[in-house]
């Protein structure tokens, strides 16, 4: 089995969990979910779900950069919102993150996340 390497960086929010920002094994970089804390102060961003959508993209920024990559090396990304009627705002929002070819996608809805946050993202990257 190929080394498994953590990636960590204090540009995005440290784990509040028994779990590593990122973990690299060979050229696959598996990203742990982001929710949008401010990595300053560990605090949930804004109450406002455009706000949480776009902190969430740049704590994935700061993992996707501490391993050597950057979003577009995003292959798969999962969305996990509280409430799906803000897919509309979540794909205007990823569009300015990403460009074509998109990676492959979920979006889940889910009755609660994490310090109640109404987004999260994880997914894996290939570098």
Do not use: H
Not at 45 to 58: G, I, K, P
Not at 94 to 111: N, S
Request: hydrophobic letters at 45%.
């Amino acid at each position: 089995m190929a080394e498994k390497i953590i990636i960590a960086t204090d540009k995005a929010p440290q784990a509040i969990g028994t779990y590593s920002q990122a973990v690299k094994v060979g050229s696959t970089v598996y990203l742990s979910g982001q929710i949008p804390l401010n990595p300053e102060t560990m605090q949930i961003v804004s109450d406002e779900f455009e706000a949480q959508v776009v902190q969430v993209f740049n704590n994935l920024i700061a993992v996707c950069e501490a391993a050597g990559g950057s979003l577009s090396d995003i292959v798969k990304l999962n969305i996990f919102m509280t409430d799906l009627s803000n897919f509309a705002t979540v794909n205007e929002i990823m569009g300015r993150y990403f460009d074509q070819p998109y990676p492959a996608r979920a979006a889940i809805g889910v009755k609660q996340l994490p310090k109640d946050a109404l987004v999260e993202m994880d997914g894996v990257m290939e570098i």
